[in-house]
């Protein structure tokens, strides 16, 4: 059993940065990869980033150049720098991690914050 409590989100005008953070806790032993993904009104949810426990990072390539996902592994937290936002960039962003625990593998998704890039 995972839990994500994400934090971070807020009002932001274009050009502007915020960093996002979700912190797990529960019965893991070793967190595989963790990630972002967004979901706007009226989109489907889409993946921003992920990022492997030995730190391979994958990025959609609407974010390429201005956000970066890192990792916190003694932590367990992983963190989203957004920088340049965009007003396309509003929506709600979910964390999401996934691990195997030797016989299956799992996943589990925080509840969401929002970002809204206006000015």
């Known amino acids: 059993q995972a839990q994500l409590v994400e934090s971070g989100g807020g009002l932001v005008q274009p050009g502007g940065s915020l960093r996002l953070s979700c912190a797990v806790s529960?019965?893991?032993?070793?967190?595989?990869?963790m990630g972002w993904y967004r979901q706007a009104p009226g989109k489907q949810r889409e993946l921003v980033a992920t990022i492997t426990r030995a730190g391979t990072t994958n990025y959609a390539d609407s974010v390429k150049g201005r956000f970066t996902i890192s990792r916190d592994n003694a932590k367990n937290t992983v963190f989203l720098q957004m920088n340049s936002l965009k007003p396309e960039d509003t929506a709600v962003y979910y964390c999401n991690v996934g691990w195997w625990d030797g016989r299956k593998w799992n996943d589990a998704w925080g509840q969401g914050t929002q970002v809204t890039v206006s000015s």
């Open positions: 529960g019965t893991i032993f070793s967190i595989d990869v």
